[in-house]
């Protein structure tokens, strides 16, 4: 296999089209076919279906993808390192990261780390639960966020960094804001922010246990936190948080924690990168770059972020 016919074949499959992709490369549409024809011949399997609305990938075409994303980003993080040896500098850092993050820790840690590398272009994605597809086929360099389940844990480093509880939060002055029991929680609307096949511990199994089974009618998906904060805001749902996040200027003003008196689970935040991979410079100094600033926040003298940290148990030295 040939990196010019992975690189083909990888813009044939996000085009969507064979002439699209010529487009996108600057190269003629023949060319593409000729390259895409020599790479199924390798393989010795049909990597695209064909038709009259374009082209997208096979079943074998789809397990080359994500090798093949792979090593096409390595191929740019080696070049991107050997031209920073040159004295050439730039490149693209991809972090996906928590909500809570988000609000804490990461900004801080951002300026740190563009004080030593202004050059890198920063690409930073809230992560919901489902960024480990985006960590294992390249998409992102790396993922401060919730562990990978298991079924895919094998395929990624992991360190966890924090331990933190859970709270079930809902508007200002929701009918059930002085409720202690789960119990009391029947009929009620959910919003979620991670898939129940996400999690190792979804909300239907926290609530079993007290007689709770909402129908999946009442549990609704909000891809980003600021929509499932307004939907929140506009009636009378339910959501999960962890307790760092309501700490956040994001959340304290807008929602309540519901004085609830059961267990509930608790949430871990780890840095996840790819097994088998080799960090970049540029991933590598904001790992470092993040380490430093957990250590100053824990020693800040900001009161929000103060609360934050008050609120998640540290795993070990960081």
């Not at 991809?94 to 840690?109: E, F, Y």
């Not at 309501?246 to 924690?257: F, M, T, Y």
Request: include cysteine; charge should be neutral.
């Amino acid at each position: 296999m040939k990196t010019q016919q992975l690189r083909y074949f990888v813009c044939v499959a996000d085009m969507g089209s064979v002439r699209a992709a010529a487009e996108s490369l600057g190269v003629s549409a023949p060319a593409v076919s000729l390259a895409l024809r020599e790479l199924e011949r390798t393989v010795g399997a049909p990597l695209l279906k064909r038709e009259a609305q374009g082209a997208t990938p096979t079943y074998a075409g789809l397990q080359l993808l994500t090798h093949a994303r792979l090593i096409l980003g390595q191929i740019a993080r080696a070049e991107e390192e050997l031209a920073r040896i040159r004295g050439l500098k730039g490149g693209v850092l991809s972090i996906g990261v928590t909500p809570w993050i988000a609000q804490s820790i990461l900004p801080p840690a951002l300026t740190r780390f563009r004080g030593l590398r202004p050059d890198v272009r920063l690409d930073i994605s809230e992560t919901l639960g489902s960024a480990h597809p985006l960590l294992r086929d390249g998409t992102l360099d790396l993922v401060i966020a919730l562990p990978p389940p298991r079924h895919l844990a094998s395929n990624f480093l992991t360190r966890d960094l924090f331990t933190c509880d859970m709270a079930i939060i809902a508007r200002r002055g929701h009918p059930l804001s002085s409720c202690t029991s789960l119990q009391d929680l029947t009929d009620q609307d959910w919003i979620l922010t991670v898939r129940q096949d996400v999690l190792e511990r979804p909300l239907s199994d926290m609530l079993k246990p007290y007689g709770i089974d909402p129908p999946p009618e009442r549990l609704h998906l909000a891809r980003s936190t600021l929509a499932a904060i307004a939907l929140m805001q506009s009636g009378d749902m339910l959501t999960v948080c962890p307790w760092p996040l309501i700490e956040s200027s994001l959340l304290r003003d807008r929602v309540q924690a519901l004085p609830i008196r059961d267990a509930l689970p608790q949430m871990t935040t780890s840095i996840i990168v790819r097994r088998n991979d080799t960090l970049g410079a540029a991933a590598q100094l904001f790992i470092d770059c993040f380490r430093e600033e957990i250590q100053a926040s824990l020693q800040s003298e900001d009161p929000q972020l103060r609360r934050i940290m008050s609120s998640v148990e540290l795993h070990g030295q960081t």
